[in-house]
């Protein structure tokens, strides 16, 4: 598990978007249960083997807003007959964790199996979060065939439903929906349909009551938080990352580094295409400015500087490099490319600031590049 990164430095801001392997959890074997990390060496290689494996739905997101953070992973193998996934989610949901008062860490490691393991991995993770009394049972009300064995269960509640975690579990889903944006909109549209029936409903679907929870709000730090995102769902994966640091907050330096990728099958060439970029971003409206002038620059925009600028952010890009996009990616276009990040970003957003994400939202939009959950 990549580690998430909470470290504030003094000044400068980063926005890193970077293509990587995110979470990794050791192969197991289909069954009822998983054995302790240690014993996983001991699986016969028949049960599992590389042929039948399939990463197509393997999914990972890694997500922070300062001291807010959101891990999961779906790993899935495909025998013959049925399937195995293995499913682990790590938050910290309110400030870091640790002794003397800290916040405790919430995490899950289970082995779903069944028919429907693949897709209903990802209900029954979201209902665990939000602490259903019996989140398989929703789950399979929904009329998905899973089996759930757990090797580690930490919950956010050992009582009642709290505001808190249902919360959690409602931005974890904004996450997800972000990621599974990359791939199938079929399975994006079933995702929806199905979180909201188990009451845990993305932001892009509608709902009664908007409001962040008071609990996770008060918690986050300001608007000049540390964020980051790691995502990747089958072939396909962004990140990005921004770390600010101001020794006199009036001024900041960003530095960012992006790179969108999308990995090709054998046969298909030589390699990855890749959208990349190192730049610096200085001026005091660094913060926000940095992550709409990577949208423009990832869209192909010819003077993504002077969109930013337009909207009233004193930024200044010192060493500018030449757009590398020229839609190569295949099945994208560079436009996509910037809205899938705009959507990434907007829901690592979701885990802090209220302000700060729909001032995102607001200029995304005026650039041209709306997340596809701005409504």
Request: charged share 20%.
């Amino acid at each position: 598990m990549r580690s998430l990164k909470n470290n504030l430095l003094a000044g400068s801001v980063v926005v890193l978007l970077l293509a990587s392997c995110v979470l990794s959890v050791p192969r197991a074997t289909p069954g009822k249960s998983i054995g302790q990390p240690k014993s996983v060496a001991s699986v016969q290689p028949s049960s599992i083997s590389q042929d039948v494996a399939d990463r197509s739905d393997d999914l990972s997101i890694d997500a922070s807003f300062g001291d807010v953070n959101i891990s999961l992973e779906r790993k899935k193998h495909r025998g013959k007959s049925c399937c195995l996934v293995v499913i682990q989610i790590i938050a910290v949901l309110v400030g870091k964790p640790g002794g003397d008062g800290g916040s405790p860490m919430i995490d899950l490691r289970a082995t779903i199996t069944g028919a429907d393991a693949v897709r209903g991995s990802l209900l029954y993770g979201l209902a665990w979060l939000a602490g259903d009394p019996n989140p398989i049972g929703r789950v399979r009300a929904l009329g998905y065939d899973i089996d759930v064995s757990k090797e580690h269960d930490r919950p956010c509640t050992d009582g009642p439903r709290s505001p808190m975690c249902a919360e959690g579990a409602r931005r974890l889903a904004t996450l997800l929906d972000a990621t599974l944006a990359l791939g199938s909109a079929e399975e994006l549209a079933q995702f929806r349909r199905d979180a909201s029936a188990i009451g845990v409903a993305p932001d892009c679907v509608p709902r009664n009551a908007q409001a962040a929870s008071p609990v996770l709000s008060a918690a986050s730090p300001d608007s000049l938080a540390d964020i980051s995102m790691d995502a990747s769902l089958g072939d396909e994966e962004i990140s990005f990352e921004r770390k600010i640091h101001c020794s006199v907050c009036g001024a900041h330096g960003v530095h960012i580094k992006l790179a969108v990728l999308h990995v090709r099958k054998p046969g298909d060439g030589e390699g990855p295409p890749l959208i990349d970029l190192r730049a610096t971003v200085d001026g005091p409206d660094s913060v926000g400015g940095s992550l709409l002038y990577a949208l423009g620059w990832v869209a192909g925009h010819s003077d993504p500087l002077g969109a930013v600028r337009a909207l009233g952010y004193d930024i200044a890009v010192p060493n500018a490099h030449t757009h590398s996009c020229s839609d190569q990616l295949p099945g994208h276009t560079c436009e996509d490319a910037a809205q899938r990040l705009a959507t990434l970003i907007d829901s690592t957003l979701g885990l802090g600031d209220p302000g700060e994400r729909a001032q995102f939202r607001r200029d995304a939009s005026a650039i041209g590049i709306a997340p596809s959950c701005s409504t």
